[in-house]
């Protein structure tokens, strides 16, 4: 079995996140505000930021401007936010972590399903390193 590539790997993360709750409160956040970034595809590139292991926004932003199969997948029309953009998005995420505290442990509870030994055996790293 092959390993998935970053784009197959969006893609699984984009179509099971349990998001619409969160969608529908930063869309109403907006409300007659300005769209020229939306609030799904500002959403959608940061999940891509987290699969692609981005550790800021301009690797993000660069790997968008690299990649038209990316700003596609995210829902942008050929464009890439600007800075400020991702910083406003970011800030209005951050006063809903309820609801996405919420979401990740639906995703729990859903693997708890799959897997009905999820959970009951784990193990730590508790080296200074990383390994």
């Known amino acids: 079995m092959q390993p998935l590539g970053d784009l197959e790997r969006l893609r699984l993360a984009l179509e099971s996140m349990p998001d619409e709750e969160l969608m529908r409160v930063l869309h109403c956040h907006r409300a007659k505000g300005r769209n020229d970034y939306p609030v799904r595809a500002m ?3 940061v999940l891509a930021g987290i699969v ?4 800021g ?3 993000l932003r660069r790997e968008l401007k690299r990649s038209g199969q990316l700003r596609e997948m995210c829902r942008f029309d050929g464009f890439v936010p600007p800075p400020w953009a991702y910083t406003r998005f970011l800030l209005n995420l951050f006063k809903q972590a ?3 505290d919420a979401m990740f442990d ?13 959970g009951e055996h784990w193990a730590m790293d508790s ?5």
Do not use: G
Not at 52 to 55: C, G, L, R, S, V
């Open 43 to 45: 959403w959608n590139s």
């Open 52 to 55: 692609f292991q981005h550790d």
């Open 57 to 59: 926004v301009e690797k």
């Open 98 to 100: 309820s609801l996405v």
């Open 106 to 118: 639906k995703l729990v509870q859903q693997l708890r399903e799959a897997l009905p030994d999820y």
């Open 127 to 131: 080296k200074a390193i990383a390994s």
